[in-house]
């Protein structure tokens, strides 16, 4: 063995015994949202008002059936911005412009979001109705034949708004008949 095997021993028993170096996010120490509003990934705080987009009407027209126990159909999403400023929608995917409302089958998991795309902005106050064609599995409940659909305002999050919370609605909808 060589002579210098023991100290070599020594330093890698000595390295292993010291603590672990602190992470980045220890490092950085407990971040706290400033006062004024939240902070977005470039640190700046949002200090000016936001638009709140929500709902206004969420209905379904009649089935068209394509194949047993499946039919299309399409669905009318109607949308607010109740705030003081517009709603700015950035271009999403090129091919399809800027997607506002993303509308899926509650029974498909993981499902298919079916989008809409629309302006580039929605001013205060203003409303946009938007007509989206969907793909449902139909079931059987105490009401008779139905499907849900589930919607979303603004399905990426790309628009900040002063309230997130009221984006997304889910309703199940009664068919006149069983596609078969």
């Not at 206004?56 to 009649?62: I, K, N, P, R, Y």
């Not at 607010?80 to 029974?107: E, F, Q």
């Not at 498909?108 to 809409?116: D, E, K, N, Q, Y």
């Not at 009401?143 to 199940?172: C, R, W, Y």
Request: charged share 15%; aromatic share 8%; with cysteine.
């Amino acid at each position: 063995m060589p002579r210098s095997a023991p100290l070599l021993t020594v330093a890698l028993v000595a390295a292993l015994a010291l603590p672990p170096p602190a992470s980045l996010a220890q490092q950085r120490g407990r971040q706290q949202i400033p006062p004024g509003g939240p902070v977005v990934s470039s640190g700046r705080v949002l200090d000016q008002p936001l638009p709140d987009l929500r709902f206004t009407a969420f209905s379904a027209g009649d089935v068209k059936c394509i194949r047993p126990f499946t039919g299309q159909v399409t669905i009318t999403v109607e949308i607010k911005n109740d705030a003081t400023v517009a709603a700015v929608m950035p271009p999403t995917v090129p091919v399809l412009g800027r997607y506002w409302v993303g509308v899926w089958d509650l029974s498909t998991h993981p499902g298919v979001m079916f989008i809409a795309a629309g302006p580039a902005q929605l001013p205060p106050g203003q409303f946009k109705k938007f007509l989206v064609d969907v793909i449902v599995k139909q079931g059987a409940n105490a009401s008779g034949v139905a499907f849900g659909v589930g919607a979303k305002i603004d399905p990426q999050n790309f628009i900040f708004e002063s309230n997130e919370n009221n984006n997304e609605q889910a309703k199940i909808f009664i068919s006149k008949s069983l596609c078969k």
